[in-house]
């Protein structure tokens, strides 16, 4: 419905991709994202419908975006659609358009289409996001509109970088008992459960990786930790998942696999390690700072409970 001031809020319509990205690039000119991003990770999601893309107009120009999910496929085999989960994957606005109330009217908009679903989460939709949640520093409007509707923070992620042109990894004794190498195909099974006991997203990401030399497996008689590189379309820099067997935490597993990763990626010819996110109070995070990474953003993931339609 378009207002007086000649500012509407609509659904998608095909040929609108064009000025999303230009106008996604403009709103958030940290995060560019590419049409083809726009195509795989939007309009090719399997959970995509285009109600739930909710587009600002202002004055017949695009001039913000909001987008809401329900599940439509499980994110892996064995699950549920999550029928009480809805997300919010991304919302912006453009820097001219800020401060005209386009930025609530989307974000109303996506909650009703999500309807009465009893939790939404901003930013954190698996399998396709951009960023864990929202950047208090570069978004800070962003972050002021959701708590206005009730969202609040669940918790901080931090994202993290390790240079790598001068790493040499340090002397690591492998604990007796256990072998670190890369998996046979024969494992693969094993280690996608595995991964997937950690978040089902992990699974599916070990699941759909075709490259074994990015893969380190820990085993006794089975396996208890695992760590790779590039599994995730886009960059081989970006590291992760990574997971070691809570019960096998303390022997340092989780070094040795961390460092002979960072190893093989340094004689790639990889300059950088770097992963979007992890929890500042779990024991992933001090091992991380203790092997040189340091924290680039930080992010507040961004729930909002017991949601009803308005």
Not at 164 to 184: F, H, I, K, N, Q
Not at 205 to 212: E, G, L, Q, V, W
Not at 231 to 248: I, N, S
Request: with cysteine.
């Amino acid at each position: 419905m378009r207002s007086p001031d000649g500012r509407r809020v609509r659904t998608f319509l095909p040929g609108d991709e064009k000025a999303l990205v230009e106008a996604w690039n403009r709103s958030m000119p940290a995060d560019p994202v590419t049409p083809r991003w726009w195509r795989d990770k939007v309009l090719l999601d399997p959970n995509f419908d285009p109600g739930g893309l909710i587009v600002a107009e202002d004055a017949g120009r695009v001039a913000g975006c909001a987008y809401a999910i329900r599940r439509l496929t499980p994110l892996a085999p064995g699950l549920d659609l999550e029928p009480e989960t809805g997300w919010i994957p991304f919302l912006f606005v453009t820097p001219e358009a800020r401060g005209s109330g386009l930025g609530g009217r989307l974000l109303d908009a996506a909650l009703e289409f999500l309807g009465d679903r009893r939790r939404v989460d901003f930013a954190c939709y698996t399998p396709h996001y951009l960023l864990p949640g929202v950047d208090p520093e570069l978004y800070p409007a962003a972050g002021a509109l959701l708590r206005g509707r009730g969202f609040e923070k669940v918790t901080t992620a931090v994202a993290m970088d390790r240079g790598l042109a001068a790493y040499a990894p340090p002397a690591t004794d492998l604990p007796s008992g256990y072998e670190v190498r890369e998996p046979v195909d024969g494992e693969l099974p094993e280690l996608v459960r595995f991964a997937a006991g950690f978040n089902p997203d992990w699974g599916e990401a070990i699941r759909k990786f075709r490259d074994n030399g990015r893969l380190l497996i820990a085993r006794s008689d089975r396996i208890v930790g695992f760590t790779a590189y590039g599994a995730y379309e886009g960059p081989a820099e970006r590291f992760g998942p990574f997971g070691v067997d809570p019960e096998e935490r303390g022997a340092g597993l989780g070094k040795v696999l961390l460092h002979r990763t960072l190893a093989r990626m340094r004689a790639e010819g990889l300059h950088t390690a770097w992963f979007l996110w992890t929890g500042q109070d779990t024991p992933a995070y001090h091992l991380y700072l203790k092997a040189g990474f340091h924290v680039t953003r930080t992010f507040d993931v961004m729930r909002l409970r017991h949601h009803s339609s308005r």
